[in-house]
């Protein structure tokens, strides 16, 4: 039986729950208008390094949550930019926040409830079918018709996939994690820091190596990857598993006997294929940062405009969504992208140079020391 509504939202993670939770907050009434379908059920697996950056917390303080979030996290106060033996230090109360994002993903879900947004799970798409007055679409459990579509299915969904269709310009980065326990003593821990280590760019790597504290079950642990974002993809890839086990065996880590895992992420580019008629992206569908492959903040923000763009949409019965691009590329979230995209473009391609790099790093610091001191999210 063919279930019909205003909008159908694909994808119940921070992208998704985002664009809910927004439209509710420009009108409650689109509780009864929206659903959100997800393919897994909360908790649900999901990999990725956690790290949730001040302009998702900010989001997140402005759509009502009070910070700290009540689930287990570690906050970063000490960003540890490093390359080589140089080291930049960027600061902040807190700069980051580390979640096991499973929980993080369950937690925002069940607030979204709380509020009226309806979500079906174990609804995992199967089909898209675009019409003049609409788009159908087909799970395992039936057919819904709605006259918009928000695609936060991630960097594989079905959603971004038919949008970008028979593109070739597309950029995916690679992401390789391990994690193991730790202990609450560990430096990292009592001095509230993680590190982002960008040597491995002259070993062929287009990004960085991290190491991270967090909570796994609520118990101490440390996580590890690599991240390359291959944005000059005529270079030699670079061999991921042999940087991260190089790297942790400098921090006298072993990556034997721990479970490796790894995805492609989708990435940010101003010239992406951000909407068509009815369908538009968010979230890692639409594009993650390109400089650090950050996902959890810039969906939040995707959500933020998406919401507009819809709520305009229904105003003035147009479903072009035509604006969708101009609107997220002029805002908070565009200006962000935007500039960490500028910065990966030229930085991944010159980062085998030694002396661009050193350079690079003597503004960064001078930079970081002379910037204002940012205003403290959490209390004390």
């Not at 420009?26 to 949730?52: D, F, I, Q, T, Y």
């Not at 998702?56 to 490093?82: K, N, T």
């Not at 926040?97 to 979500?119: M, S, T």
């Amino acid at each position: 039986m063919e279930k019909s509504c205003d909008l159908l939202i694909i994808g119940a993670g921070p992208a998704g729950i985002s664009t809910a939770m927004h439209l509710l907050q420009l009108n409650p009434g689109w509780s009864e208008r929206l659903l959100v379908l997800e393919k897994a059920v909360h908790p649900r697996p999901k990999l990725c390094g956690g790290g949730l950056t001040r302009l998702g917390l900010q989001i997140l303080r402005d759509l009502g949550f009070a910070l700290p979030l009540p689930i287990p996290h570690e906050r970063i106060e000490d960003v540890r930019l490093i390359y080589s033996r140089r080291m930049i230090h960027v600061r902040g109360k807190p700069q980051i926040v580390v979640f096991h994002r499973p929980e993080l993903d369950a937690y925002l879900a069940d607030q979204a409830r709380r509020r009226g947004v309806k979500i079906l799970e174990n609804q995992g798409v199967e089909k898209l079918v675009l019409e003049d007055q609409g788009v159908f679409v087909t799970t395992h459990e039936g057919l819904y018709h709605s006259r918009v579509v928000v695609g936060a299915d991630g960097s594989k969904g079905v959603t971004q996939r038919y949008v970008n269709k028979g593109r070739t310009d597309k950029r995916v980065a690679r992401l390789l994690e391990v994690h193991n326990s730790a202990s609450q003593a560990a430096p990292l821990f009592t001095e509230h820091a993680a590190y982002f280590d960008f040597t491995p760019l002259a070993n062929r790597l287009q990004g960085y190596f991290w190491e991270f504290p967090f909570r796994l079950e609520g118990e101490p642990a440390f996580k590890y990857g690599v991240y390359d974002a291959r944005l000059a993809s005529w270079r030699p890839k670079a061999n991921l598993p042999e940087i991260l086990s190089r790297s942790m065996a400098e921090r006298g880590e072993s990556l034997e006997k721990l479970k490796l895992e790894g995805h492609p992420i989708n990435l940010f580019n101003p010239g992406n294929c951000f909407a068509i008629p009815h369908l538009l992206l968010v979230g890692d569908a639409a594009g993650a940062d390109p400089l650090f492959g950050e996902g959890i903040a810039p969906a939040l923000g995707y959500g933020k405009v998406a919401a507009k763009i819809v709520q305009q949409a229904f105003e003035h019965a147009d479903f072009s969504l035509r604006n969708y691009r101009q609107v997220l590329l002029s805002s908070q979230l565009g200006g962000y992208l935007l500039r960490r995209w500028k910065v990966a473009w030229w930085g991944y391609r010159l980062g085998w140079s030694s002396v661009y790099m050193h350079l690079l790093w003597t503004l960064g610091d001078i930079l970081a020391r002379l910037w204002p001191k940012p205003e403290a999210l959490y209390p004390g």
